[in-house]
């Protein structure tokens, strides 16, 4: 088209106001210019979980200004995660994709690298390009900080054992503990089922324990305000 031309159609179209249709655009260039952000939610993680719907937010934002369309899959209602991300992606409905680890399992990851399909999890695994938070750097943060404020005497009420984003927190905790030469009894360690029945529990062994903490640390929302709930009872 020669530039005379161009500059008419140019014109008429901000005179009529035209916008272009973005599913043609993205036919034309072969680019879908959206990102799907995988991951799997439960009815109460608003109130128990609300970190992921920051992400939500982050990744919105970001996209947005980069002028790409956002997407997102709760695989927690699907009966077959593998094989809707498979069709997502052989479909080339996306971009990329965003994956959080709570949505991720050994065959969808299989199905990440077999259709080498670009996408960062959020989290940690040694097969695929992640970001995480350095949760032994958050603990041993909240150790100084307390420690800073003069207090000595610490306890920790996490979730279970597999929980590896809690055991990255508790591993920072100790190690900024150890730096200050204080070490923390097994005694002083609970784990909590996720219910406010077990916070009670944890606190009240706690604080009848010998050697009564003057700080609980709580590795998550909900813990935390178990504790609060516990305390409040005394």
Known sequence: VGAETRERIVNAAKILGYQPNAR??????????????????YPDDPFTNPYVYSLFEAILESLTENHYRFAALNVNNLAN??????????????DGAIVHANALDREFLAQLRLNKF???????DKYVNWLDTNHVLA???????????GYSRFAFIGPTKDDDISSGRLEGLLLGLSEHGIKLPESMIERSDG??????AAVGRLLSA????EVIVASNNLIVYGVSRALEKL
């Open 24 to 41: 043609a655009v993205s036919f034309s260039r072969q680019e879908a210019h959206a990102i799907l952000f995988v991951y799997r939610s």
């Open 81 to 94: 995660p593998s094989e809707a991300v498979k069709s997502l992606m052989a479909g080339k409905v996306y």
């Open 118 to 124: 670009p996408a960062i999890l959020i989290g940690r």
């Open 139 to 149: 603990g041993r943060a909240a150790a100084n900080y307390l420690l800073n404020r």
């Open 195 to 200: 219910s406010f029945a077990s916070v009670d």
């Open 210 to 213: 010998e050697g009564r903490p």
